[in-house]
């Protein structure tokens, strides 16, 4: 997947949470992604102050699932970082078993929806939202 913009950490005496420096990142969103969360953003009436939340939390078939969630609290251990235009926001226990994931959005004949290519996972469900590490 091709990434035209930089994930970039502008600081801003407001936002609390850790600058993420690009050997910190996490998590890359593609452009097709980050396009897709806009839309979802503007057609749910969200705020365009409000972040991307990127999560892990305990559940799914396998174990674990992605969370995606429009958030406007940045905690201060979180780290905060922009791609694709994007004010993306992960927790520090999500980072770790999100660490070198790409979100994608793909849409085809079986469905349309977030894809989470996510190195760590050594397997996943059918559902495609759910891992074991």
Do not use: W
């Not at 979802?40 to 939340?53: A, V």
């Not at 990127?54 to 969370?67: K, L, Q, T």
């Amino acid at each position: 997947m091709e990434h035209t913009e930089q994930a970039t950490s502008e600081p801003s005496e407001n936002t609390p949470g850790t600058l993420a420096t690009s050997a910190e990142i996490p998590v890359t969103v593609t452009k097709k992604a980050a396009d897709m969360v806009r839309i979802t953003k503007e057609q749910e009436g969200i705020d365009p102050s409000y972040g991307l939340r990127i999560a892990v939390r305990g559940g799914g078939c396998s174990g674990f699932e992605y969370a995606l969630d429009f958030e406007e609290e940045v905690r201060d251990t979180d780290l905060v970082y922009e791609q694709e235009g994007l004010k993306v926001i992960v927790d520090p226990v999500s980072a770790r078993y999100l660490a070198g994931t790409e979100i994608d959005y793909s849409l085809g004949m079986s469905g349309a929806g977030f894809k989470f290519n996510n190195p760590n996972a050594i397997g996943t469900c059918g559902c495609g939202s759910s891992f074991t590490v």
